[in-house]
Antibody
């Protein structure tokens, strides 16, 4: 069983960056694939990318290439997602999710509002 | 990247109905497919993994089928708590996953 707790809501200005954290507790952080998913208001789920802790090589959806950085620190069992050059269209709830086989665990979501 | 085309985008149904939602992959993905249910303000809830395996605790009125490019989620005997939005998610390519666009099941 894994519990994921994300950092709190953020308000950012266009052009700035944001870093969202996802603290895992429970079993075997490093054996899970950590992914990030976002959901803009009234829109569907969008997969952003993922990382396997310990492998240290994330993979990103093409539309986020060059703007997103995902890291995972096995020593603190915390994953991070940093999104740069923010624009209003990045306003969304950002979720981290951990996958292992048939199991998945989701954070509570972090609301990012991008507004001048 | 693999594209997932989900249909319909929305449907209206009554309690007790049988509902079918489909996802088509742009290339073969074997059975590397999840189905999720999402209710407003909540994180998605896993229903089906491996295209057809029922997640623990999920009612047996939910079922999944398909392999390769065409997949189906069926809800038999629709219950009031099943009115929600449903998504497919493929995890075939290494860390290049994609969701379908979602299907909202509304009360007729």
């Amino acid at each position: 069983q894994v519990q994921l707790v994300q950092s709190g809501a953020e308000v950012k200005k266009p052009g700035s960056s944001v870093r969202v954290s996802c603290k895992a507790s429970g079993n075997s952080f490093s054996s899970h694939t950590i992914t990030w998913v976002r959901q803009a208001p009234g829109q569907g789920l969008e997969w952003m990318g993922g990382i396997i802790p310990g492998f240290d090589t994330p993979n990103y959806a093409q539309r986020f290439q060059g703007r997103v950085t995902m890291t995972a620190d096995a020593s603190t069992t915390t994953a991070y997602m940093e999104l740069s050059r923010l624009r209003s269209e990045d306003t969304a709830v950002y979720y981290c999710a951990a996958f292992s086989g048939s199991n998945d665990y989701w954070g509570q979501g972090t609301l990012l509002t991008v507004s001048s | 990247a693999i594209q997932m085309t989900q249909s319909p985008s929305s449907l209206s149904a009554s309690v007790g109905d049988r509902v079918t939602i489909t996802c088509r992959a742009s290339q073969g993905i074997r059975n590397d497919l999840f189905w999720y249910q999402q209710k407003p303000g909540k994180a998605p809830n896993l229903l089906i993994y491996g295209a057809s395996s029922l997640q623990r605790g999920v009612p047996s009125r939910f079922s999944g089928s398909g392999s390769g490019t065409d997949f189906t989620l069926t809800i038999s005997d629709l219950q009031p708590e099943d009115f929600a939005t449903y998504y497919c998610l493929q995890d075939h390519d290494y860390l290049q996953w994609t969701f379908g666009q979602g299907t909202t099941v509304e009360i007729k």
